[in-house]
């Protein structure tokens, strides 16, 4: 029977590339969330070569951008305005989030939410910004920036510095 590598001998030979981190606590935070992901992996599907590990990977942050973006795109249905088309694929191995044909690549880099969430919320209004102000403080009037609050993705208002809603219920009747 051939010998199964163990967890810390298979990462040694999966030879991790964790890209540019800015700085060094938050490379190491992006450490240990891909440790964790391996970890699952590893204990699901066994030592998987280099090149299935990094499909799967690509296949997974394809599947939370897609959660996410239809997510966000609740928020933006519930308020009325026009609904873009988005599009979740791969590009080059990284996740590509279209927004009625325009995107930029990658255009998610973290890798579990609530930060994930985040990042999608941010980069939906970035695109949709270019109309106009989306979304307002009901209270304020004021554009709301998504943040990562408590462990849970929300609508912040910068202007009165407070919540308005969880990213995905903006505008529900539990928040007004
Ligand atoms: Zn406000």
């Given at each position: 029977?051939?010998?199964?590598?163990?967890?810390?001998?298979?990462?040694?030979?999966?030879?991790?590339?964790?890209?540019?981190?800015?700085?060094?606590?938050?490379?190491?935070?992006?450490?240990?969330?891909?440790?964790?992901?391996?970890?699952?992996?590893?204990?699901?599907?066994?030592?998987?070569?280099?090149?299935?590990?990094?499909?799967?990977?690509?296949?997974?942050?394809?599947?939370?951008?897609?959660?996410?973006?239809?997510?966000?795109?609740?928020?933006?249905?519930r308020s009325g305005r026009?609904?873009?088309?988005?599009?979740?694929?791969?590009?080059?191995?990284?996740?590509?989030?279209?927004?009625?044909?325009?995107?930029?690549?990658?255009?998610?880099?973290?890798?579990?939410?609530?930060?994930?969430?985040?990042?999608?919320?941010?980069?939906?209004?970035?695109?949709?910004?270019?109309?106009?102000?989306?979304?307002?403080?009901?209270?304020?009037?004021?554009?709301?920036?998504?943040?990562?609050?408590?462990?849970?993705?929300?609508?912040?208002?910068?202007?009165?510095?407070?919540?308005?809603?969880?990213?995905?219920?903006?505008?529900?009747?539990?928040?007004?």
């Open positions: 029977m051939p010998d199964i590598p163990g967890f810390d001998d298979w990462v040694e030979t999966l030879d991790i590339d964790l890209g540019e981190g800015s700085g060094e606590e938050d490379s190491r935070r992006r450490r240990a969330v891909l440790m964790r992901w391996l970890k699952s992996l590893y204990d699901s599907q066994g030592p998987l070569s280099k090149d299935l590990v990094e499909i799967a990977f690509v296949l997974d942050q394809i599947s939370r951008a897609q959660d996410n973006s239809a997510v966000v795109l609740r928020d933006i249905e026009r609904c873009p088309t988005i599009e979740v694929d791969d590009y080059c191995n990284a996740v590509r989030i279209s927004i009625d044909g325009s995107y930029t690549t990658p255009s998610v880099w973290e890798w579990e939410n609530p930060e994930a969430l985040v990042e999608t919320a941010a980069y939906i209004q970035e695109q949709l910004m270019d109309e106009d102000v989306w979304p307002e403080c009901p209270i304020h009037g004021q554009y709301l920036r998504p943040e990562a609050r408590g462990g849970t993705a929300v609508w912040w208002c910068v202007t009165g510095d407070h919540p308005v809603a969880p990213v995905g219920e903006l505008g529900t009747a539990s928040t007004q």
